[in-house]
């Protein structure tokens, strides 16, 4: 089994890597399909699994933890509880499918007894600030100040999330076997070499 895990800073394009480098090899990618997924079998919004799937529980809820909770809190956290669960098992169905490309949620974690190739992007924060800016949403008009902030904002949750499931710091070199710096480069231009290395990782002739 070929299993490729792309943990990613926000902003560095490693979605898009994750499916320039699935497509390249000629193996599924899965990333928002993993959303859909929860949604559909839990009976949730696809924005709201969108938004706590990648936080820890502190993250999703910061508020609430360490003090009193009231009915409708311990609810959302029990959902939050759900979506953590049912992320976990939809990751294992797809792998155990066969080789795929598997985009963020920890997977490199949550995968580890199935040794995947466990690949790490990321990116200055200029670098970063201005590939979000390129791929806004329309009427998305953030300054890139406001930018910086949500970036800072959203790795800090994705670290956190990572924390759900490993001792091993997200973002450390010691956690993956390739890191990857996008900084000023065309994700297109490196697929080449990422597949490249994967062959070689896994052997290929």
């Known amino acids: 089994m070929k299993i490729i895990t792309i943990s990613r800073e926000f902003g560095s394009g490693g979605r898009e890597l994750g499916k320039r480098l699935a497509n390249e090899l000629g193996v599924p990618c899965y990333d928002h399909e993993i959303i859909e997924m929860i949604a559909k079998e839990n009976g949730f919004d696809e924005r709201y699994v969108a938004n706590v799937s990648e936080k820890s529980i502190e993250a999703a809820y910061p508020l609430t933890i360490g ?8 609810q959302l956290v029990d959902q939050s509880i759900r979506v953590a669960a049912a992320q976990r098992q939809i990751i294992e169905n797809f792998a155990k ?8 949620r920890s997977a490199d974690v949550i995968l580890a007894e199935m040794n995947p190739l466990n690949i790490f992007v ?26 910086e902030r949500m970036i800072r ?3 800090k949750q994705r670290s956190q999330h990572h924390q759900m ?30 597949a490249h290395f994967a062959r070689a990782w896994f052997g290929d002739k």
């Open 67 to 74: 003090h009193r909770f009231s009915m409708p809190t311990l």
């Open 165 to 194: 499931y490993s001792d091993t710091k997200w973002g450390n070199k010691e956690g993956y076997h390739l890191c990857v710096n996008t900084s000023g480069k065309e994700i297109k231009e490196l697929i080449p070499a990422l």
């Open 122 to 147: 990321y990116a200055d924060l200029p670098s970063k600030v201005q590939r979000c800016i390129e791929r806004a949403p329309e009427g998305e008009d953030l300054s890139r100040n406001e930018m």
């Open 153 to 155: 904002q959203i790795d």
């Open 97 to 104: 499918k066969g080789d795929c490309v598997i985009v963020g």
